[in-house]
Each structure stands twice: as C-alpha cells, then as structure tokens.
C-alpha cells in the first residue's frame, strides 16, 4: 500500500498522485499558452492553415479543459478509486465509470494506448453498464470500442500505485480475472519479487 491510499474497514480507497496532477496541470498551462502563442504570433503564417486552426480551436480548449480538471482535483482530495467486497467505484478521470460491482466486472486488462498505460476495466453486460452512463460517458465508451480498447479506463498516469499492483490485488482479494499483458506483467513482477 502507498502513503496515497488507505483502508477503511477492508475498503481500499486510493487517490490520484498530487505529483502527476500537478505534472498535468504544468504540461496543459504550457501547450495552452504555446496554442495562444501559435495563433497570436507570426509564426501562424508560417503554418498551414490547419495546424494553426487545429492548435488553436482543438488544443486550447482541450488542454484547458485539461488544466481546470487536474486543478480541480488538486484542490479537492477525493479519491480515484474505491474498492470493497462488493465492487469497484472509478472516478479516476474525468469521465469515470463510477460504481461498478464484482458480479459485473467480466476481468481487466492492462495494455498501453498512444504510449500510455491503462487498467482496461471489460463489464459482463456492456448495455446494461451503457444504460447507467450519462450521454457522454456512453459516447466516450463507444468510441474506445471502436479504437480496440478497454469499456473503462484506469490510467496510470493518475495513480500512485502500480497497475500491475492493482490488477494482482484484484485477482487475489476480489477474484477478478486478469487477462492479457496484465497476466504476463504480474508474473514478471513475481518473478522478480523472487530473486
């Protein structure tokens, strides 16, 4: 366990590192002022068009966005993950699935998307779990179907501990069933743990 989680009463409450949000709120302060800069300076002549207009209607508004969230989660403490013997409640992002129980959860994955890694959460019943989603929850869902990945999204980035930690702890404490490089990646953990 981290010094960023703790357990109540054998639930496991895990919060978002304060170092990668803030590492998050620095990087998105400074692609919006690069965005601002590319389209208020001369350098936008220099550009097509479209770079332009992408950097500055797509990526300003985007890593705004993005800034204001890990702001926010900077300066209210509340936590990404809640696990128990009933389930798992994610609020690991801004669009987090929320509670999920056991008996939903089909297994988990861990993969990396566009260099990042994820916790992919796969429910039994994805029209039921798309039935409790909230419009763009459901459209965010599709769209990561569509791209090949997991329904539910953990990122690492946002946690202090190891997904490969979570993914094990799942397994042993909740029987959840953890497929694909999670698999490989928990026995390489304890492969070393042994040495």
Not at 32 to 61: E, K, N
Not at 91 to 106: K, M, N, Q
Not at 126 to 155: D, E
Not at 163 to 190: M, N, P
Request: aromatic fraction near 8%; charge should be positive; proline fraction near 4%.
């Amino acid at each position: 366990m981290t010094p960023d989680s703790s357990e109540h009463s054998g639930r496991l409450v895990i919060y978002m590192s304060r170092t990668k949000m803030s590492l998050v709120l620095l990087g998105s302060v400074t692609f919006v002022v690069i965005g601002i800069w590319i389209g208020t300076s001369d350098v936008a002549r220099h550009l097509p068009i479209w770079d332009v207009v992408i950097a500055v209607y797509v990526g300003v508004p985007f890593f705004a966005a993005c800034g204001l969230y890990a702001a926010y989660r900077l300066a209210i403490r509340r936590p990404a993950l809640e696990i128990d013997s009933a389930g798992i409640t994610d609020a690991a992002s801004a669009l987090g699935a929320g509670r999920l129980i056991w008996e939903e959860v089909d297994h988990v994955v861990i993969y990396k998307y566009s260099g990042q890694v994820m916790l992919g959460i796969v429910p039994k019943d994805l029209g039921t779990f798309l039935s409790r989603q909230h419009a763009v929850r459901r459209f965010v869902t599709r769209l990561n179907l569509h791209l090949g990945i997991a329904p539910v999204n953990i990122p690492q980035v946002a946690l202090r501990m190891k997904l490969a930690e979570l993914a094990a702890l799942l397994r042993t404490r909740y029987g959840v069933r953890v497929e694909g490089d999670a698999q490989l990646q928990l026995a390489a953990d304890g492969a070393s743990r042994r040495r």
